[in-house]
């Protein structure tokens, strides 16, 4: 079993930044695959950016410049640096993960709203 455990988010004022962090727990053989999506109210979840086994980074072209995805392989744990927040990237955060062996996980989700 495994588990993925968010925090980091939050109210904070446009042009703004926040840290998302996402830590695994349990049977975890190796990271492959990580990133982020996120849930506006009212619309469909959408993909965010993703980190791959190999250091690659890929953004969402509204995110790109702004975002930056990045993963901690022997803590399990991958991170979502964001700055120049703006208020169309209030959502519910999700972390998800991808093992070698073939399971993907997703967060529990965590609240970021920017507004002044």
């Known amino acids: 079993q495994v588990q993925l455990g968010e925090s980091g988010g939050g109210l904070v004022q446009p042009g703004g930044s926040l840290s998302l962090s996402c830590a695994a727990n349990?049977?975890?053989?190796?990271?492959?695959?990580v990133g982020w999506h996120r849930q506006a109210p009212g619309r469909q979840r959408e993909w965010v950016a993703t980190?791959?086994?190999?250091?690659?980074?890929h953004y969402e072209d509204s995110v790109k410049g702004r975002f930056t995805v990045s993963r901690d392989n022997f803590k399990n744990t991958v991170y979502l640096e964001m700055s120049s927040l703006k208020p169309e990237d209030t959502a519910v955060y999700y972390c998800?993960?991808?093992?070698?062996?073939?399971?993907?996980?997703w967060g529990q989700g965590t609240q970021v709203t920017v507004s002044s």
């Open positions: 349990g049977d975890i053989d190796r990271m492959y695959v």
């Open positions: 998800k993960m991808v093992l070698v062996s073939g399971g993907t996980y």
């Open positions: 980190s791959s086994t190999g250091g690659d980074s």
